[in-house]
């Protein structure tokens, strides 16, 4: 997955955090200044080496940033612009953004060209075209209805299907083994999940059958194989919904944990699940920490 550097200024922070979570809704790793500094660090230092390692910069303008007389943003724009020279001209590095009506910097790149040559982003105009247009630049290209075709679901045992009245769903999987050795070598096209009530909370807003599988499924374990936009953390957090309430599992939040491979990741769902788990009964909040995170 990509990721992905974010200058902005103080004043833009409630509107840069939603647009981050935005993109790491599609799997995009992003850096953010107030996420990845902690004390002890020798901050010019890290920001310097985020801006160099980083697969793309993303530069978001605006009114309060045009009204700075003084900002840090103006030397994360120096050592960009430095990154973006070594670069070839061909391929899409820096990305200007605008937050608000305004315009890009007129800054010196080299070769007769400023920041104004590099074509940019207004998310004030059109909020989802702005985030797809700036997917489409790092390479993702997001279904327009907000939601996956397919999703590959490969179940690590009981792979006899089940016939019920919510029909069947268009899924592919994988091959894999169950208990008696039986082998799934070629992929079928379908998969048959329990009855299902469209009336559950957890189903609420659902739209086509794609996800149901990480939603619904009993099994103890179940591994997805899908790629950014597909709708794997909408599922997972719908699932712990899910286990939690009182019509599905029931089970106690305390017994439920969530595991992120990093602190942002984990923050994400943190929010994402506070948010669903808001107006829907449950005993306790489940525990969501890192992969690294101690006992």
């Not at 769903?169 to 998969?191: C, F, H, R, V």
């Not at 794609?210 to 719908?238: C, H, N, S, W």
């Not at 439920?256 to 306790?284: C, M, T, W, Y």
Request: with cysteine; charged share 25%.
């Amino acid at each position: 997955m990509p990721n992905v550097f974010i200058s902005y200024v103080r004043e833009n922070s409630a509107l840069v955090d939603k647009f981050a979570g935005e993109l790491r809704r599609y799997g995009v790793t992003v850096w953010l200044d107030r996420e990845q500094l902690i004390p002890g660090m020798r901050w010019q230092q890290a920001i310097r080496k985020a801006i160099r390692g980083g697969d793309f910069f993303i530069a978001c303008f605006s009114a309060e940033s045009a009204a700075r007389s003084r900002t840090y943003q103006n030397e994360e724009l120096v050592l960009a612009i430095e990154e973006l020279r070594l670069r070839p001209t061909d391929r899409i590095w820096f990305i200007p953004v605008l937050l608000s009506e305004g315009t890009i910097p007129d800054r010196d790149i080299g070769g007769g060209e400023t920041l104004n040559s590099i074509q940019w982003a207004a998310l004030y105009e059109n909020w989802d075209e702005g985030i797809r247009r700036v997917l489409s630049a790092i390479g993702i290209s997001p279904q327009t209805s907000g939601r996956p075709d397919t999703l590959t679901i490969s179940e690590p045992a009981r792979l006899e299907p089940e016939v019920a009245s919510a029909g069947e769903l268009p899924m592919s999987i994988g091959p894999t083994k169950d208990s008696e050795g039986y082998s799934n070598a070629k992929p079928q096209d379908w998969l048959y999940l329990p009855e299902y009530s469209t009336n559950m909370p957890w189903h609420e807003g659902v739209r086509g059958t794609q996800v149901l599988p990480i939603i619904d499924l009993d099994d103890e374990m179940i591994r997805v194989d899908a790629g950014p936009g597909t709708g794997k953390t909408y599922g997972l957090v719908r699932r712990v919904q899910r286990i939690l309430h009182p019509n599905g599992l029931n089970v106690p939040g305390n017994r439920v944990l969530v595991v992120a491979f990093n602190r942002v990741i984990a923050k994400q769902l943190q929010k994402d699940i506070d948010e669903r788990l808001a107006n829907s009964p449950h005993d306790g909040n489940p525990v969501i920490q890192t992969v690294h995170a101690p006992d």
